[in-house]
């Protein structure tokens, strides 16, 4: 079951503010999966915009015969002119990705192995990229609806932490409207992140053994004008990766 978190009531609509819908996903957030790299990201649309190009990606995937929901797991050299068309019209578009990119992840619990902890780093680690997606996007009388995808089974509980999170750390939260727990096959945004995101993530963990996964890489690396393995400039407001390495702790 969908927990939808709604701040509705509590929206002052100010005739000037503008409707935003934030769409996040993430990769390699498990505590111990083996990577030592995680990206948590997000892509930006304006409410206005939601209809046209959810029905633009959706029309490119089924020209080449896709009915099911795009996966970066998946991704095959059967159909790299669509992810080409997929990016292409990413950047073309008003849509932007807001990303952070941690490496050195074995750091975060290298003195204990209490998974609350990790879990706490985890919630303020989406909490901070939503912050910075608001205060970054918006004048402070923009609204905003956000869709999280949570792959385990303890969604309901961490959509619970980062409502939190956000009402305690944002200041403002009659900016949002909803926080909502949707899967990723319900929303061609978050199909969209996904890809992007596993891209980073494949450029960071020095990976090479696909070679459309390599060009979907290479093909955003070009349109953004940056290595998928750095951080980008702050102020970008295309498209944005925060490179952050936490720091071993001694004790």
């Given amino acids: 079951m969908l927990i939808n978190y709604n701040f509705h009531n509590f929206v002052h609509m100010e005739s000037s503010k503008t409707s935003y819908s934030i769409f996040c996903d993430e990769s390699c957030h498990l ?4 990577n030592d790299i995680m990206c948590i990201g997000a892509i930006v649309v304006p409410e206005n915009h939601i209809e046209y190009y959810k029905s633009l990606l ?36 008003p849509m932007a990705f807001r990303s952070v990119l941690i490496k050195n992840k074995s750091n975060i619990h290298a ?19 939503i912050r910075f997606t608001i205060r970054h996007n918006g004048n402070g009388l923009d609204t905003y609806r956000i869709f999280l995808d949570l792959k385990d089974s303890h969604g ?11 009402s305690n750390m944002i200041g403002n939260a009659t900016q949002i409207i909803t926080l909502q727990n949707i899967r990723s096959y319900e929303s061609q945004f978050i199909q969209l992140a996904d890809i992007i995101i596993g891209a980073i993530t494949y450029r960071a963990r020095g990976l090479d053994g696909s070679e459309a996964k390599l060009h979907i890489v290479d093909t955003i690396e070009k349109l953004s004008g940056y290595r998928l393995d750095e951080g980008t400039e702050p102020g970008d407001d295309k498209f944005s990766i925060y490179d952050f390495q936490p720091k071993r702790r001694n004790g």
């Fill in 31 to 34: 505590q111990f999966d083996g």
């Fill in 58 to 93: 959706k029309h490119i995937k089924n020209k080449y015969g896709i009915f099911h929901e795009l996966k970066w797991n998946t991704v095959s050299r059967t159909h790299i002119a669509m992810y080409d068309e997929i990016i292409k019209l990413f950047f073309e578009s």
């Fill in 111 to 129: 003195h204990t192995l209490d998974r609350e902890e990790y879990n706490r780093f985890y919630y303020s680690t989406i909490e901070r990229l």
């Fill in 156 to 166: 309901k509980i961490k959509l619970a932490s980062i409502c939190d999170e956000l």
